[in-house]
């Protein structure tokens, strides 16, 4: 309401109907735009949401494959690392060496073989670096000053003090692009191989040497026979006679002596196979003191029997076992040069280690001489060996042969200028069927 001039009151008149409709229209305009701006809001969310949804699905998708790429590269990684493995059990197993070097001359691989060879255990665990390629310069310059163009070449060369023979071969190596790209050395100790050549040469040369001996033997054996047996009958028809006698006994002893020599190199270079039968050890003994007993009255020997075995009787060649007792006799008149005592005996055995039977005999050889030192007690029986200058070596060989042949064993006692015993173990024979 409004006052006039007069200072009545007036009624106001209401506002135009086209501005409520204006305000109308931009409340109308207002709101679409609020909706279309809303609208756009959400299609744009939703186009951020598809796009967010994809990058999930695309990252989820990278993800997995690159999970699958790492599991192939871990199983390729896998597999080379087997590889690698199998190969360094390869290389180390392998009997010859490996020796890799790159173009400088280092060493780049080595396999223990060969590292064992040039005296290192490998290259990267040798303690002295400077060693190790000391060993690998001298393999070097003995390989190349022994290189024929080609081919394995073997090499003398010294590791760790000891002497070896080598046989090496070598090749280049290629890069990828086809550049040299170092060396491989094949390296193989020989040194047991060509031992054995050698020995199997000397074998060859002693299997020569003992035909040779047994025809000669043969050869030898004839003549002797003759002569002990002209000896004997000169003995006889110059009995009267002292010297002469005498002479014709010393022809008869030697000639016996060389015999035995020559018996023991038949034996030895021909071991006949024995023929066993029952042999009483007893006769055997008696049989040979008989046959010595020139020599030892001779070398002024006093001879000594005890034989107290019950069971003499051995099962055993009777001409073997005759050149083992014989062995034995001469081998202890030689430890007497001059008198002395003789003692030969037997006596039971209950129990007889590692044999069938239960029951043995033993012979017993003692002599009064110059012994046996400590340090020759465990070569006596080789073939060869002997300390008296007119030896053969053979004579207690071919003992030790003859009582193996007969399932025995042998030991010996001795002490320096005091004397010798040999003992001698045979199984007793089988007593006869029915026998109580």
Known sequence: ??????????????????????????????????????????????????????????????????????????????EKEEVQNYLTRILESLPCGVLVLDGDGRVTLCNPVAGQVLGQRSAS?????????????????????RENGGGEVEIP????????????????????????????????DITEMKALEAQSKRSERLAAMGEMAVELAHEIR????????????????????????????NIRIGSRSLNNIVSNMLHFANPLAPEFLDVDLHDLIREILGFAEPILQQREVRVETRLDAHRSAVSGDRELLKQMILNLVLNSLQAMPAEGSLTVGTRDVQSLPGAALSQGVELIVRDTGLGIPPENLGRIFDPFFTTNKNGTGLGLSVVHQI????????????????????????????PASGAA
């Not at 204006?22 to 949401?49: H, I, K, P, W, Y």
């Not at 060369?157 to 060396?183: E, I, M, N, P």
């Not at 006692?413 to 007793?428: A, D, H, I, Q, Y």
């Open 1 to 78: 309401m409004e006052t006039s001039p007069s200072g009545s009151a007036r009624q106001l008149d209401p506002l135009p109907v086209n501005l409520e409709t204006a305000r109308e229209n931009r409340d109308a305009g207002e709101a679409r735009l609020l909706l279309e701006a809303f609208q756009m809001f959400t299609q744009a969310s939703s186009s951020l949401e598809t796009a967010f949804r994809q990058l999930q699905a695309r990252t989820r998708r990278l993800s997995d494959e690159l999970a699958a790429k790492n599991r192939e590269l871990k199983k390729s990684l896998r």
């Open 125 to 145: 665990k040798a303690k002295k670096p400077e060693r190790w390629n000391a060993a690998v310069r001298r393999y070097l310059a003995a390989f190349t000053a």
């Open 157 to 188: 060369f010294v590791s760790g003090g000891k002497s070896r023979v080598l046989a090496a071969a070598s090749t280049q190596l290629k890069s990828t692009a086809g550049d040299k790209a170092g060396t491989l050395h094949i390296i193989r």
């Open 222 to 249: 004839n003549p002797l026979g003759s002569i002990e047996l002209f000896a004997s009958l000169l003995e006889k028809e110059l009995s009267g006679q002292t010297d002469s006698g005498r002479w014709a006994e």
């Open 403 to 430: 009582v193996e042949q007969h399932l025995g064993f042998i030991r010996v006692e001795s002490e320096v200028n005091t004397g010798t015993t040999f003992t001698v173990v045979l199984p007793c024979a089988p």
